[in-house]
């Protein structure tokens, strides 16, 4: 069998989705494209038919499963609108733009009772995380006290307003923190550097584990993430930001790739590849529309958190049987 897929937004994440699609992946076809930029989508279309309206690609008898990669502030409807239709959809991050919104997309699933949606966390297929968890869950580093994290993006994307730096980038943090401690968030705390970049956000988990992230959107110097997790009786940490050293200019050392599609390319690919399994075997893998509103939820108290200066008690609603 041929999975058809269809892409809703094609910017730099929807045309590296795309790419992994027809470049990378197997058993799937794509059959058709969307994007607000029509012009945009036709020049991409190959043999995908182009589509001017998202909810008509979803309805679509041609197509039967669906990557939402358009701007955040349009994920939930659409995500909606995949559960209505009882299709299938890769969900890029953020699930929504706020937390009512991420429960109604969780609210949805739980009314089918089905889980249909997967959230766009690659990190959690990337293979350092991976092998950071598998470290830390063999108990080699005995208990884990602290997570170290640092995001950098060498400028913000120019489609950045207001407290982005939260709700689209430190989200990751949110989700694989989570993901690698298997531990919850409970507080947060953020400490913004004069014109508020870079903030660093102290958060605690249920389990007492401290977690701290610098998220700087305007290093200059490269993108870079990095994760370090200490334990009572050992560290694990990514090795290096890239898997080459060259010399030059009287320098030599790591070079650091402009945004995160070549960072976690490895990482897209095998969250694709695992989706396109997923989709086909029923068996859903990597973060639930749960992981998304928990992310989204967290993020919008930490947006609290940064206004008011001061330690703040996190809060979610109960986990629903479905996603136990
Ligand atoms: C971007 O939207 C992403 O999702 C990247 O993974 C993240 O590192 C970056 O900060 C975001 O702006």
């Known amino acids: 069998m041929t999975l058809s897929v269809g892409v809703i937004g094609l910017g730099v994440m929807g045309a590296e989705h795309l790419r992994l699609l027809r470049e990378e992946s197997t058993g799937v076809r794509v059959a058709a494209i969307c994007d607000a930029d029509t012009e945009r989508a036709r020049l991409l279309a190959q043999d995908s038919v182009v589509l001017d309206d998202p909810m008509a690609l979803i309805s679509s008898d041609n197509v039967d499963a669906i990557v939402i990669a358009s701007p ?40 089918i009772g089905r889980r249909l949606l997967q959230g766009g966390y690659m990190r959690r297929f990337d293979p350092a995380y991976v092998e950071m968890k598998q470290v830390a869950d063999s108990g080699r580093i005995g208990a884990t006290v602290i997570l170290h994290n640092v995001h950098r993006n060498a400028a913000a994307p120019e489609w950045f307003t207001g407290p982005m730096s939260v709700t689209n980038s430190f989200v990751h943090e949110i989700d694989i923190s989570r993901w690698l401690l298997g531990s919850e968030l409970v507080s947060a705390i953020v400490h913004a550097a004069p014109g508020g970049d870079p903030l660093l956000i102290t958060m605690e988990t249920d389990r007492g584990e401290i977690v701290s992230t610098e998220v700087f959107m305007n290093a ?32 030599h050392g790591h070079g650091y790739p402009e945004n995160w599609v070549p ?59 479905l996603y136990a």
């Open 72 to 111: 955040d502030a349009t994920h939930a409807d659409l995500a909606l609108a995949c559960v209505s239709a009882g299709k299938p959809a890769l969900c890029e991050k953020p699930l929504a733009t706020s937390a009512a919104e991420a429960l109604r997309v969780v609210d949805a699933e739980v009314a």
């Open 220 to 251: 200059h110097y490269g993108y870079h993430v990095h994760a370090q997790l200490v334990g009572r009786a050992g560290t694990v940490q990514m090795a290096q930001p890239s898997l080459t050293l060259t010399n030059g200019n009287r320098h």
């Open 263 to 321: 960072r976690f390319r490895d990482a897209y690919r095998l969250q694709m590849n695992d989706w396109v399994r997923s989709v086909v075997s029923g068996q859903p893998v990597g973060a639930s529309a749960w992981d998304g509103y928990v992310a989204t939820a967290v993020a919008e108290q930490v947006v609290t958190a940064l206004q008011t200066a001061t330690k703040t008690k996190l809060f979610l609603g109960a986990r629903p049987e």
